[in-house]
């Protein structure tokens, strides 16, 4: 059955999820800070660009792809989105939010009949593609719940119920944390071998055979480092952003975690070197600098 979705933030990961809401047969109201970039994806998926809040006064699941908490909170509240929503409706927050900004916010979208759920993903720009990302769904309003999963399955292959609101946030942090430990170290052990004169292909087979194996040598490396594509899809600025929520969480909470402390240090380095805007997997560029070294294969 045809419904209508709204979706705000149509940049890399949020058009396509966004076309896959779409394609399941929804009809979506559209709304990006970049009214062409909105133009655009009506044009080519169908549906509405919403040229104010009033275009969301008979939505009953609005989905936000924002690059944090206090740009959720602009566009939904302080943009009156969520003031246009029907009594009922559902916000659906699947950008990767610091936890204690969604615990901020869903107070104040409660006091205007909007429930907030959490439900970050993960699995980058290619499983938002084809509509199998993993969600992190955060949150205790079952009624809310039912309504936004139709919705959440257009775009996901696995979702996870992680527990009260905030959790979805916090889980993917602490995911996202690992993610990042997992290719600095993956980058910096490819560093020291080609300053050893190994091959990086090799090592990347040596790893994905054995127990180094990680999210960066099997995808990642193959793909994007060996190649030197450097086209992962993942800003770097947003990975530092989900460790650096990762170690907040950890010092709110007054739990030792030096290593997601030095991570976020090692990534906001390189990302001070490069564009704002540089992928992920330029920061081995800034490591290769420093030691002086070029990670390339001998293959063909």
Request: proline share 5%.
């Given at each position: 059955?045809?419904?209508?979705?709204?979706?705000?933030?149509?940049?890399?990961?949020?058009?396509?999820?966004?076309?896959?809401?779409?394609?399941?047969?929804?009809?979506?109201?559209?709304?990006?800070?970049?009214?062409?970039?909105?133009?655009?994806?009506?044009?080519?998926h169908g549906g509405t660009a919403a040229e104010g809040p009033e275009a969301f006064a008979d939505v009953p699941v609005v989905v936000t792809m924002l690059p944090n908490g206090k740009v959720v909170?602009?566009?939904?509240?302080?943009?009156?989105?969520?003031?246009?929503?029907?009594?009922?409706a559902v916000v659906v927050d699947m950008s990767s939010s610091e936890p204690w900004e969604t615990l901020s916010l869903a107070p104040e979208l409660a006091e205007r009949g909007v429930t907030l759920?959490?439900?970050?993903?993960?699995?980058?720009?290619?499983?938002?593609?084809?509509?199998?990302?993993?969600?992190?769904?955060?949150?205790?309003?079952?009624?809310?719940?039912?309504?936004?999963?139709?919705?959440?399955?257009?775009?996901?292959?696995?979702?996870?119920?992680?527990?009260?609101?905030?959790?979805?946030?916090?889980?993917?942090?602490?995911?996202?944390?690992?993610?990042?430990?997992?290719?600095?170290?993956?980058?910096?052990?490819?560093?020291?071998?080609?300053?050893?004169?190994?091959?990086?292909?090799?090592?990347?087979?040596?790893?994905?055979?054995?127990?180094?194996?990680?999210?960066?040598?099997?995808?990642?490396?193959?793909?994007?480092?060996?190649?030197?594509?450097?086209?992962?899809?993942?800003?770097?600025?947003?990975?530092?952003?989900?460790?650096?929520?990762?170690?907040?969480?950890?010092?709110?909470?007054?739990?030792?975690?030096?290593?997601?402390?030095?991570?976020?240090?090692?990534?906001?380095?390189?990302?001070?070197q490069l564009e704002p805007t540089a992928d992920t997997t330029m920061a081995l560029t800034v490591w290769e600098r420093a030691a002086g070294v070029t990670v390339a294969t001998e293959r063909e």
């Amino acid at each position: 059955m045809t419904s209508t979705v709204g979706f705000i933030g149509l940049g890399t990961m949020g058009r396509p999820m966004a076309a896959n809401v779409a394609r399941a047969g929804h009809h979506v109201v559209g709304l990006d800070t970049d009214a062409a970039r909105t133009q655009a994806w009506v044009s080519e998926h169908g549906g509405t660009a919403a040229e104010g809040p009033e275009a969301f006064a008979d939505v009953p699941v609005v989905v936000t792809m924002l690059p944090n908490g206090k740009v959720v909170r602009t566009a939904v509240l302080d943009g009156g989105v969520a003031d246009a929503l029907p009594d009922g409706a559902v916000v659906v927050d699947m950008s990767s939010s610091e936890p204690w900004e969604t615990l901020s916010l869903a107070p104040e979208l409660a006091e205007r009949g909007v429930t907030l759920l959490d439900a970050p993903v993960s699995g980058a720009l290619t499983r938002a593609i084809d509509a199998t990302l993993t969600i992190m769904l955060g949150g205790e309003d079952e009624a809310a719940i039912e309504r936004a999963i139709p919705v959440i399955e257009t775009m996901s292959e696995r979702i996870f119920r992680t527990g009260p609101l905030g959790s979805g946030h916090a889980m993917k942090g602490l995911n996202n944390f690992i993610t990042g430990t997992g290719f600095v170290a993956t980058c910096e052990a490819l560093v020291v071998g080609a300053k050893a004169g190994l091959d990086p292909a090799v090592m990347l087979d040596v790893m994905n055979a054995s127990s180094g194996v990680n999210f960066t040598s099997q995808l990642i490396g193959p793909a994007e480092i060996v190649t030197r594509r450097f086209a992962s899809g993942f800003a770097l600025a947003l990975l530092a952003k989900d460790v650096g929520i990762a170690d907040d969480l950890a010092r709110e909470l007054d739990v030792e975690a030096p290593t997601a402390s030095m991570v976020v240090g090692r990534l906001r380095a390189a990302l001070e070197q490069l564009e704002p805007t540089a992928d992920t997997t330029m920061a081995l560029t800034v490591w290769e600098r420093a030691a002086g070294v070029t990670v390339a294969t001998e293959r063909e």
